[in-house]
């Protein structure tokens, strides 16, 4: 391909870094799984407004065009190119009493993790078939998970009308045609291969074949945020007793977006803030301070309803889980604590 025309409109980190330069040194090149400069950086072509604007296909796709993935990995994690990950995934390590007990500001707490099968190619790069023999294999373990975390495997090809309603209802089904994904090459034959495991309490949940090959989801109204986590961290537990997830001592678990690598995780509160709402300014200092990201409720790009926010961790790279979700909790309680003194 010839070097991409970069407008005014095109605000991505991909845009910022991929010189004439480095574009001609990689754009000949590709992994073992085929996968091409050209396909990276679709997704940021074709949506100037992406804020990062690049994907993986496979692991090996962050050395071989390493002259890209390396600026924007180290401008969005402040995280150097020899900068080990280290992983925590000790519920225990975490300390996080239910700041919220009266259940007055926050709503509901939710924390998942993105993971992929080691030795097959992500989302982006994967085949039909491969993607297929991903839906069997997760979804086969998963069959075993008993107690708390025993559920039903639904997949998206087939649903029927009463359960595709039930699971938009309670917010669970993912949404279809995302425009990042589509140009990604995320949502190649679909729906086939995607669908949705939870248990029966709806409080765990499993994604197959979205963005990543797995998204591990721990979710349940108010602000008991430590047991979320426990919930969390048994079932990785007991699906890597059967399966091996892709990671690396550099990058941690490996996922086709950039901005989820290391921990993969996002740990988030929906949580009532009117009053900060009123001074944004406020808001933002304690967010800062903890490293902590604002959201609207409904999702990646919308924005704040009726003093409702979604708050999340922001750093994921180069800091252990547990760290993340303290993160997140040490700024919810800061939070409360200024909301109240209005
Ligand atoms: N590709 C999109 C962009 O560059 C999304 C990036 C982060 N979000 C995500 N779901 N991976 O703006």
């Not at 995280?79 to 007990?101: E, G, M, R, T, W």
Request: net charge negative.
């Amino acid at each position: 391909m010839q070097y991409p025309t970069f407008t005014k409109e095109h605000k991505s980190l991909m845009s910022k870094h991929l010189s004439e330069d480095i574009f001609n040194k990689l754009n000949t090149l590709n992994t073992s799984s085929f996968f091409t400069l050209e396909q990276a950086i679709n997704s940021g072509i074709k949506n100037p407004d992406s804020g990062i604007g690049v994907y993986a296909g496979d692991e090996e796709s962050y050395k071989v065009f390493e002259d890209l993935f390396d600026p924007i990995i180290e401008e969005y994690h402040g995280f150097a190119k020899d900068d080990k990950h280290q992983s925590n995934l000790d519920a225990n390590d975490l300390i996080a009493p239910n700041p919220d007990v009266k259940g007055k500001y926050i709503i509901s707490t939710r924390i998942r993790v993105g993971r992929n099968l080691k030795n097959i190619p992500l989302g982006p790069a994967i085949s039909d078939e491969q993607r297929l023999e991903v839906e069997k294999l997760v979804s086969k373990e998963l069959s075993n998970f008993e107690n708390d975390l025993s559920g039903t495997y639904y997949p998206l090809d087939g649903m029927s009308e009463k359960d595709k309603n039930t699971l938009i209802e309670d917010h669970f089904l993912f949404k279809t045609g995302d425009r990042f994904l589509e140009s990604a090459g995320l949502n190649k034959d679909w729906p086939k291969g995607r669908g949705i495991y939870h248990n029966d309490e709806k409080t765990f949940l499993v994604w197959i074949n979205e963005e990543d090959q797995l998204r591990i989801i721990s979710m349940q109204n108010g602000g008991n945020i430590k047991e979320v986590f426990q919930r969390l961290c048994k079932a990785i537990q007991k699906l890597e007793e059967n399966m091996s997830f892709s990671f690396n001592e550099h990058l941690g678990y490996i996922t086709s977006c950039p901005t989820n690598l290391g921990t993969a995780m996002r740990a988030s509160v929906h949580i009532k803030l009117p009053n900060l709402a009123q001074n944004m300014k406020e808001f933002e200092k304690i967010t800062n301070k903890y490293y902590l990201q604002i959201r609207g409720i409904h999702g990646e790009h919308s924005q704040s309803e009726d003093g409702i926010f979604d708050i999340s961790n922001k750093r994921r790279l180069g800091v252990t889980e547990v760290q993340c979700v303290q993160d997140m909790y040490d700024g919810v309680v800061a939070l409360i604590k200024k909301e109240q003194e209005f």
